[in-house]
């Protein structure tokens, strides 16, 4: 067994904020990795994409699901699935954090950024190399 502290993981950054913490699982041998998210309220990821499902378990807010065009609401009684290669954002919606596990059936998460987000100032992403 091995136990990882949130605190040691690498971080999102949005507006300054820590927004999530990465999960890369490879770096601890397992095949499976996640974002644990904390985000403040109209606040999330820029529109970007993955090569492999992304898994989001919503455990406390609201938050607006954007994939592939679609928009949806979803809470802590719900799990969203986003396919592969579909684009996405997703925003809380408030009042206080949304916190969910997003997770990755990958022993990396690999995050492909839509258009010209990844140069966005208020967004920093860095993992594990």
Same mark, same amino acid.
């Given at each position: 067994? $091995?136990? @990882?502290?949130?605190?040691? &993981?690498p971080t999102v950054v949005i507006?300054?904020? /820590?927004?999530? %913490?990465?999960?890369? *699982?490879?770096?601890?041998? !397992?095949?499976?990795?996640?974002?644990i998210v904390d985000v403040a /309220? =109209?606040?999330?990821?820029?529109?970007? &994409? %993955?090569?492999?499902? $992304?898994?989001?378990?919503? /455990?406390? *807010?609201?938050?607006?699901?954007?994939? =592939?065009? $679609?928009?949806?609401?979803?809470?802590?009684d719900e799990v969203v699935i @986003?396919? !592969?290669?579909?684009? %996405? #954002?997703?925003?809380? &919606?408030?009042? *206080?954090? #949304?916190?969910? /596990?997003?997770?990755?059936? !990958?022993?990396?998460? @690999?995050? $492909?950024?839509?258009?010209? %987000?990844? #140069?966005?100032?208020?967004?920093?992403?860095?993992?594990?190399?």
């Open positions: 067994m $091995e136990v @990882v502290e949130k605190g040691s &993981l507006d300054g904020e /820590v927004a999530a %913490h990465i999960f890369d *699982g490879g770096a601890h041998g !397992t095949t499976s990795s996640a974002f /309220v =109209g606040r999330g990821p820029r529109r970007h &994409l %993955h090569p492999y499902d $992304e898994v989001f378990i919503i /455990v406390e *807010g609201r938050v607006s699901v954007e994939a =592939g065009g $679609e928009v949806r609401e979803a809470g802590p @986003v396919r !592969t290669g579909v684009p %996405h #954002a997703f925003t809380n &919606l408030g009042p *206080g954090h #949304a916190r969910m /596990v997003n997770i990755h059936a !990958t022993d990396k998460v @690999v995050t $492909e950024f839509a258009g010209d %987000h990844a #140069a966005d100032p208020s967004y920093r992403y860095g993992h594990s190399s």
